[in-house]
């Protein structure tokens, strides 16, 4: 009944007895209560389109482009925001990888017994093994440093080197 609209026109004749009083039919007010949601949402599916002026059609167009920039510089400040954090992160935790695994700058070790070494083979070209005893005791000497430095069980502060 309310969900197709006819192109007749009609007429209402009020018969008014008490003039501060309006009398409304049961079939008027039945005509005048809007249909249940199924039927509104079929009136709405029904409904046509609306057609916009070139005008409209450019000022529409218009805000939407300054809308769209608007939230293009929102976003592009954001990811700013989160990249310059995130960079920071990166620069803090990389100090942090640093610190723990640099490169460990240490004194050098047998140094003496190394430059005895060194001479010993300058001085006997042809005849290395006339230096057996230097290298052995060089030999020692590391091995004594690995032994006390394992006792120890700690390493070197790491020297940074940038």
């Not at 969900?3 to 039945?30: D, G, W």
């Not at 482009?65 to 510089?73: C, E, F, L, N, Q």
């Not at 990166?90 to 047998?110: H, M, N, S, T």
């Not at 290395?128 to 006390?148: A, D, G, M, R």
């Amino acid at each position: 009944m309310g969900a197709s609209q006819s192109s007749e026109t009609r007429s209402v004749t009020l018969k008014n007895e008490n003039p501060n009083e309006i009398a409304i039919s049961q079939s008027v007010l039945c005509s005048s209560v809007p249909e249940p949601e199924e039927d509104a949402n079929e009136q709405s599916s029904t409904k046509k389109k609306r057609v916009y002026s070139e005008e409209e059609t450019a000022n529409l167009t218009a805000k939407l482009d300054k809308d769209y920039a608007a939230w293009i510089t929102d976003v592009e400040r954001k990811n700013e925001s989160v990249t310059k954090q995130l960079r920071d992160e990166l620069v803090q935790k990389a100090d942090a990888l640093y610190e723990r695994f640099a490169y460990v700058e240490g004194k050098p070790i047998c140094e003496e017994a190394k430059k005895a070494v060194l001479e010993c083979y300058e001085s006997n070209i042809t005849t290395p093994l006339n230096c057996s005893e230097e290298v052995k005791y060089f030999t020692n000497c590391v091995k004594n440093y690995q032994i006390n430095y394992d006792k120890r069980q700690h390493l070197p502060k790491p020297v940074k080197t940038k």
